[in-house]
């Protein structure tokens, strides 16, 4: 398939994936994860559960198979894929303490695996194709990581389906709707008010249909098949949710795009954290004490991660150590220059990257790679401000209201974007934030995230070694060094000069002239230099213990796949 072709279809995946909306718990400060990577990590976790649902959680073996022109050929052992599907194939959340040993629990649990890479001619570099075998049925799936842990399951059995894990899916193939004009006759939605579900489609291939049910909360087979007019042909499949705040069709949001706010005529007369409040009440269906308090509760996780990492960190797979320590030892003696809360915003993300390498807990915000910038910058700036942690919260959702607006026009995935996508939304997002936090208006947070942005375009993302480790470390504390800068720089009146939903459109059409090799696939920049090699040839004797890639290779199994049912 040629190059341009796949870019059309890619056009065509993001557009079905713009008719999910976003969720600043769902797809920007989230989730609660361990890892490298949140595009391959958590999203690898989410897809392995929808996948082991399949089967009933009855999986014996798996055939996992991987388009050799996207990125997870290159990436998939080193930056924590396997770690997560392999997780999510045994039912994991994305914070469990197995995680980094996922590999040997598949074997331990008689799951066999293997791996595939052919040319499938999948649009998006982040794209799994499995096939699941139980030992009654097998199934296949196909799905795409979208960045910072959220996926769209694009394909089951072949049918075209359109699913990111936020509804209670229920799965029914039919045997008496073979005519078009019986097709036409079935209605979805009285269907779905009959069975109290939120959407049911009509999915068809050939002379077969299968419905897709979407609710809230599992399906009570009887009620089903009493509802349905015709035979069910095979066993109903239930997959369970794998998001934290549940999907919502018919939810009516505020707004989606940073023009649409910033031109009503009382955009200033409150906070962006208020805004953010008020879209994620609509999006999620909460409340907004449930909004703060799930804020406050991530604010929390984020400090325990930050002190774990000044405290000393240990990992085999990993480029470099535990520095962190010695850099507040020396900042607390007075031997480094004199940045103000800056040197404390440098120490917390030292720490918190410091605990991603070692597969300790953290936050995705908006992504695992760039998980530090915006928690370091909003605790150190919070303390140095004596605020509370409701006030650091109101902060965090402001930058989630920036986040919004980007994962709605674009994306955070590195392997779409390059480092802009990343850690230029993590300056964006913090810069936001400390404005939010300084009292600033909402005009001057939207201005300082496109400003931070701006200064961020062209970024790529070349992780040495294979790991999200270097220099993905120095592009957090630059994502947080910018933000502090242009917060200030607007809260004294500058002029950003291009609105923050331009800004976001530019980054994404740099992000299409930007070659694969510096996307995320360690095929360019600093992860192609010598050094680069010797490191990720040294980390790959680093032993079976770390559930890294220099554990066991794949099991290849020779006995055929059987066929998708």
């Known amino acids: 398939m040629s190059q341009s072709l796949r870019f059309l279809l890619l056009l065509f995946l993001l557009q079905l994936s713009d008719s999910m909306t976003v969720s600043i718990f769902n797809d920007v400060i989230g989730p609660v994860m361990?890892?490298?990577?949140s595009s391959h990590c958590a999203a690898a976790?989410?897809?392995g559960r929808l996948a082991r649902d399949l089967v009933g959680g009855d999986l014996q073996h798996v055939l996992i198979q991987f388009d050799e022109s996207g990125s997870l050929p290159a990436t998939h052992t080193s930056q924590g894929s396997d770690m997560g599907l392999f997780g999510g194939l045994l039912g994991w959340e994305a914070?469990?303490?197995?995680?980094?040993?996922?590999?040997q629990h598949l074997i331990d649990n008689g799951i066999a695996f293997e791996f595939e890479y052919g040319d499938f001619g999948d649009a998006?570099?982040?794209t799994y194709r499995l096939t699941v075998c139980g030992e009654q049925e097998s199934h296949t799936l196909i799905a795409i990581s979208t960045g910072g842990g959220m996926i769209e399951v694009t394909s089951i059995d072949d049918f075209e389906v359109s699913m990111d894990g936020g509804f209670d899916e229920t799965l029914v193939r039919l045997d008496e709707l073979a005519s078009s004009t019986t097709i036409q006759s079935l209605d979805g939605g009285a269907l779905a008010q009959a069975l109290s579900a939120d959407c049911v489609h009509v999915r068809t291939l050939d002379n077969n249909v299968m419905l897709q049910i979407q609710s809230s909360r599992p399906l009570d087979s009887t009620a089903l098949q009493t509802a349905l007019p015709w035979k069910i042909i095979e066993p109903m499949v239930h997959l369970a949710p794998v998001l934290p705040i549940r999907s919502r069709p018919n939810a009516t949001l505020p707004f989606q795009d940073c023009n649409t706010l910033t031109s009503q005529a009382d955009v200033d007369s409150k906070p962006l954290w208020k805004w953010a409040v008020e879209y994620e009440m609509q999006r999620g269906g909460l409340t907004e004490r449930e909004v703060l308090d799930r804020m406050i509760e991530i604010v929390q996780i984020a400090r325990t991660s930050i002190e774990s990492g000044l405290n000393g960190t240990e990992y085999a797979d990993r480029v470099l150590g535990y520095q962190s320590g010695g850099f507040r030892d020396k900042l607390q003696s007075g031997q480094l220059l004199d940045a103000g809360a800056l040197n404390q915003i440098v120490l917390y993300t030292t720490a918190m990257m410091e605990v991603k390498s070692s597969m300790g807990v953290i936050i995705a915000a908006p992504t695992a790679g760039a998980c530090a910038a915006l928690p370091a910058t909003c605790l150190?700036?919070?303390e140095s401000?004596?605020?509370?942690?409701?006030?650091?919260a109101k902060a965090f959702l402001a930058a989630g209201l920036i986040g919004v607006f980007i994962a709605t026009a674009w994306s955070f995935a590195a392997e779409v974007?390059?480092?802009q996508a990343e850690g230029g939304s993590a300056a964006a997002m913090s810069a936001a934030a400390l404005v939010t936090m300084a009292g600033g208006t909402t005009t001057q947070a939207a201005g300082a995230a496109s400003m931070a942005l701006q200064n961020m375009l062209g970024l790529i993302c070349?992780?040495?070694a294979n790991r999200v480790e270097v220099p993905c470390l120095g592009k957090n504390v630059i994502a947080a060094s910018n933000a502090i800068s242009c917060a200030n720089m607007c809260l004294a009146g500058f002029d950003p000069v291009i609105p923050l939903d331009e800004t976001i459109d530019a980054a994404r059409r740099v992000s299409e002239r930007m070659p694969r090799e510096h996307r995320c696939t360690a095929l360019g920049g600093l992860a192609t230099t010598p050094t680069s090699l010797q490191i990720e040839k040294r980390l790959q004797q680093c032993g079976t213990g770390c559930g890294c890639s220099g554990g066991p290779a794949p099991v290849q199994l020779d006995a055929k796949v059987p066929t998708a049912t």
């Not at 914070?95 to 590999?103: A, C, Q, T, V, W």
């Not at 401000?385 to 650091?392: A, C, F, G, V």
């Open 417 to 419: 974007g390059g480092c």
């Open 380 to 382: 150190a700036m919070g």
């Open 385 to 392: 401000l004596s605020l509370s942690d409701e006030e650091i």
């Open 95 to 103: 914070h469990d303490e197995r995680l980094p040993n996922s590999r």
């Open 462 to 464: 070349d992780p040495v």
């Open 45 to 47: 976790l989410r897809i």
């Open 34 to 37: 361990r890892g490298p990577s």
């Open 124 to 126: 998006h570099p982040n």
